[in-house]
């Protein structure tokens, strides 16, 4: 009897501090992600860093919710819920299934999604121009086109272009299949190698030794987390390797021009901002990447057997050095 | 503390996990048999399910589709066991893996969305029901008759003799019962309710994809556990009963984990909460009669 009668003053204490901690002329932002990933939690720090220049503050004018799935589509969707029901201003859901399961949830709440590569394919939005219902969002499909007119004016007789993907994650499907589209188109091949864990990549790397002339990764979640695999088998056979993000040129990658997910999460951020100002996400037509770096490492092109051009070094935002 | 809407998906997950959970009492419970093959056959009842119905098929046939596809994946790994004597819960795990890669291939893509499709619930919207009360309402009617059908088939002439298989499989061979074909029965059924459950999730989430099964076996096993520990499973329409309510039980836990940030709680803290979940639901029965068996002889 005591027991439950402590219990329920615990009960009702608990709910008095958490209807005290809402302030009423806050503005709510929930904030979802597939799972706890360093380009995903780079998108989620972009978005509270670019709110917070826009003047709202966390914990003032402004509440963020914030909750990851680990992972679990199970927990994704009570996450959706979870963020539904409270009823926030606009929802942010960053990856492909977060952005499915919350598209899934949500009727009339604002949703905005991030690192998204092809939400007319996963049906998040029929158009990317002006979507018209509650969704809207940033792609980060990759400028391909770029990418490979880099690659081209680093290593001009490269025929074979080698990439290691896991062919269970959307985004890199996705990719994969625009590559070998376009490099058909400028008379390249695609010479693919899959990996579906990180304990398969280094495997899946070498098995393009002798196969192809160059190596072009995209921002393929598995692939990168075990990056270091491709890049020591880049060095030993001296195949040079390219990157899509420019955070894995400080990992051991030759060149790319790409993008920064926290930039992915600002400009993600300024979308709520509008919304919170009283855009409709329905006009608001779906962005892509706006700013593009290049960053070269000229000493993992040393060890990787070529050299890179001075103009080229010139032209870049950032010479990386990374010397292990 | 939970809002309507967090409270009906917690529910919704609960009622479609209360059908991984009936499967993973046949096999677990009914037969002995671990296996983990249902991380595999959920995302593979999702992408039946997902695959037939871009095409155009009607969805219920194509969640039938699903539970039979299930199915199969089970009499894979039983046969496995039974026939080339593998280790069961080795069997189980070489299936699961192998099923990766026919997902894949059945989808043709690692995710296919299902947002703007008719699904088995499409119709049900019509209702007069707010949206996140229909999910609840018609699977709630599906783990009904899932939980009626299973009740019968267990107390059936061959429900009886899969119990006998695994509750002595040496004494129901000595009886006449073939207890290879009711493993192989068993855990078919077992991962076509998984299959099921699959098929409904992708239909309800918008989306099958290959990644969705992970950790189906952790929270399946956690859902049966934590029923049995609530409901003492005395009899077999009470153990599946169970299998429901310790579904749902966790799902709420985990809707309530998600609103408990002023305990200091985060989100990167829930795999520990379920773990503590299981080894408490686990534990806590032991540690429960040891008491009560203390007290009984302290009184002799």
Not at chain 1, 186 to 196: D, F, I, Q, S, Y
Not at chain 2, 100 to 114: C, E, H, T
Not at chain 2, 221 to 226: E, M, Q, T, V
Request: aromatic share 4%; net charge negative; proline share 3%.
């Amino acid at each position: 009897m005591a027991n439950r009668i402590l219990r329920t003053l615990l009960g009702t204490a608990l709910l008095a501090l958490a209807t005290m901690a809402q302030a009423d002329d806050q503005r709510v932002v929930a904030i979802t992600q597939i799972v706890e990933h360093p380009a995903l939690d780079a998108v989620y720090q972009g978005v509270r860093d670019e709110l917070e220049e826009k003047g709202y503050k966390d914990g003032d004018n402004l509440r963020i919710m914030h909750e990851s799935a680990q992972g679990n589509s199970a927990i994704a969707s009570q996450i959706a819920r979870k963020f539904v029901g409270e009823g926030p201003d606009v929802i942010v859901a960053i990856a492909t299934p977060s952005a499915q399961t919350m598209a899934a949830a949500a009727r009339k709440t604002p949703v905005v999604f991030s690192a998204v590569t092809d939400p007319v394919g996963a049906k998040l939005v029929k158009s990317l121009k002006a979507p018209g219902a509650n969704i809207t969002g940033v792609t980060d499909m990759l400028p391909i086109e770029s990418h490979l007119d880099l690659l081209e004016r680093v290593v001009p007789d490269a025929k074979r272009i080698g990439t290691v993907y896991n062919p269970g994650e959307a985004n890199a499907v996705a990719l994969v299949e625009l590559l070998e589209e376009r490099l058909a188109a400028r008379g390249m091949e695609l010479v693919k190698a899959a990996a579906t864990k990180t304990s398969e990549v280094l495997g899946a790397a070498r098995s393009l030794v002798g196969k192809a002339d160059a190596i072009y990764l995209t921002t393929d979640n598995t692939v990168i987390s075990a990056v270091e695999a491709v890049i020591s088998v880049g060095e030993r056979a001296s195949i040079p390797v390219f990157a899509a993000d420019t955070a894995t040129v400080g990992r051991g990658a030759v060149a790319a021009l790409g993008f920064d997910y926290y930039d992915h999460g600002r400009q993600t951020g300024a979308m709520v901002a509008r919304i919170l100002e009283g855009a409709n996400p329905g006009d608001m037509d779906v962005e892509s990447v706006d700013t593009l770096e290049l960053f070269v490492n000229p000493a993992a092109a040393e060890r990787m057997g070529i050299t890179l051009s001075d103009d080229l070094i010139s032209d870049a935002k950032e010479v990386v050095n990374s010397d292990q | 503390m939970l809002s309507n809407i967090a409270f009906y998906g917690a529910i919704e997950t609960g009622l479609i996990y209360g059908l991984v959970a009936f499967g993973i009492y046949i096999s677990f419970r009914v037969l002995d048999f671990p296996d983990l093959t249902v991380d595999g056959s959920f995302p593979l009842g999702a992408a039946v399910a997902a695959v037939l119905i871009i095409e155009g098929v009607n969805p219920w046939l194509a969640t039938g589709a699903a539970v039979i596809a299930g199915m199969g994946a089970g009499a894979v790994t039983a046969l496995l066991n039974v026939k080339l004597n593998i280790l069961n819960l080795l069997a189980s795990i070489l299936t699961m893996i192998a099923l990766y890669s026919v997902n894949l291939r059945i989808m043709g893509r690692p995710n296919i969305a299902l947002l703007t499709e008719e699904t088995v619930l499409t119709p049900w919207y019509n209702l007069d029901l707010e949206y996140h009360q229909v999910p609840v309402l018609l699977f709630t009617l599906v783990v009904l008759v899932g939980l009626v059908l299973l009740w019968r088939f267990m107390k059936s002439e061959t429900g009886l003799a899969m119990r006998a298989t695994g509750a002595n499989p040496r004494m129901a061979r000595a009886q006449g019962i073939a207890t290879g074909a009711m493993i192989v029965l068993g855990v078919a059924l077992s991962n076509g309710l998984v299959g099921l459950a699959g098929a409904l999730f992708a239909q309800s989430q918008g989306a099958a994809d290959v990644t969705m099964g992970v950790g189906v076996i952790v929270i399946g096993l956690a859902s049966l556990i934590g029923g049995e520990a609530v409901l003492t499973p005395s009899s077999v329409v009470r153990a599946l009963i169970a299998c429901v309510i310790g579904a749902i039980i966790y799902r709420l836990a985990i809707a309530l984990a998600l609103n408990a940030d002023f305990l200091g709680l985060q989100a990167q803290d829930l795999n520990l909460i379920t773990a503590v979940l299981v080894t408490l639901a686990i534990v806590l029965p032991g540690v429960r009669s040891s008491v009560v068996a203390r007290f009984t002889r302290n009184k002799a």
